[in-house]
């Protein structure tokens, strides 16, 4: 799924990601030179010298939430997701986005996941 791409991961991303990534043929390289960077939390220090960085600042890279690992491997296809709903903003930035349309998609993810887990009790 992954072969050919290369992958930086925050600290903030579980370990699952990382080996999920490497098992479907990605591998891991510095943020600078990855194709993807993931990341869980825009607060985290890792995250947050990017956001700092002048790649960053002057849009030359992106930061995307690491659910979109998750909903590749629920779905077997990347090719079937909108990698763009997961675009990790910096947390100003999260406020922002909240006061337009509510939630971001992993928040949704995760009350979802939450309500599954309430009603299995």
């Known amino acids: ?8 991961f925050s600290s903030s991303v ?12 990605g591998s ?5 030179t990855a194709d993807y960077l993931f990341s869980e939390d825009a607060t985290c220090p890792d995250t947050l010298r ?6 960053y600042l002057w849009n030359k890279l992106t930061v995307f939430h690491s659910l979109f690992l998750s909903a590749c491997e629920k779905r077997q296809s990347v090719k079937s997701l909108s990698i763009g ?9 999260q406020d922002e986005v ?3 349309f509510g939630q971001l998609i992993w928040e949704r993810n995760e009350q979802s996941a939450d309500e599954v887990r309430t009603a299995a009790r």
């Open 50 to 55: 990017i956001f700092e960085s002048k790649d």
């Open 1 to 8: 799924m992954f072969r050919y791409k290369t992958a930086w």
């Open 28 to 32: 891991i390289a510095h943020w600078r």
């Open 98 to 100: 909240r006061k337009v």
């Open 14 to 25: 579980p370990q699952t990601c990382h080996m999920f990534w490497t098992s479907e043929g």
């Open 85 to 93: 709903q997961y675009v990790l903003p910096p947390a100003s930035v």
